[in-house]
């Protein structure tokens, strides 16, 4: 979608340092970490809120999800623990309106989360 940032990250035309990528799903490093490992799995197509996400979209939302624990295995962070964090709407906290799952580790996490 034009103007949509996490669109033109996933196209190449904003820079960014890819975790991982493939047809379907692109993941790169948070700009500011809230942790020492911080990645944002997102989909190639998109989804602007959970909200819009459909029936259609079940084995997308099902990748991203094995993409993090990929992830989480490859930044060190599976066995000592990580968190999933899927904003959605501004009342909690989604700024950008294009799906992504946040992936956080390397540190302590407390629950309930602020
Ligand atoms: P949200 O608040 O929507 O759940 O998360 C958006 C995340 O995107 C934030 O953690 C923010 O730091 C990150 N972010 C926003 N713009 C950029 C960008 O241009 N590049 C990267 N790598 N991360 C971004
Ligand atoms: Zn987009």
């Given at each position: 979608m034009e103007g949509c940032i996490f669109c033109r990250i996933a196209a190449k035309e904003v820079q960014s340092k890819i975790a991982y990528e493939d047809e379907e799903v692109v993941a790169f490093h948070d700009?500011?970490?809230?942790?020492?490992v911080h990645v944002l799995i997102v989909p190639r197509?998109?989804?602007?809120?959970?909200?819009?996400?459909?029936?259609?979209?079940q084995a997308l939302l099902g990748k991203m999800m094995l993409v993090a624990q990929k992830l989480a295995k490859e930044l060190g962070v599976a066995d000592s623990g990580y968190r999933l964090v899927l904003n959605t709407n501004r009342g909690a906290?989604?700024?950008?309106?294009h799906i992504h799952l946040h992936l956080l580790g390397g540190r302590l996490f407390h629950w309930p989360p602020g």
């Open positions: 700009i500011n970490p809230q942790a020492p197509k998109h989804i602007p809120t959970l909200n819009d996400a459909g029936e259609e979209d906290g989604q700024s950008i309106f």
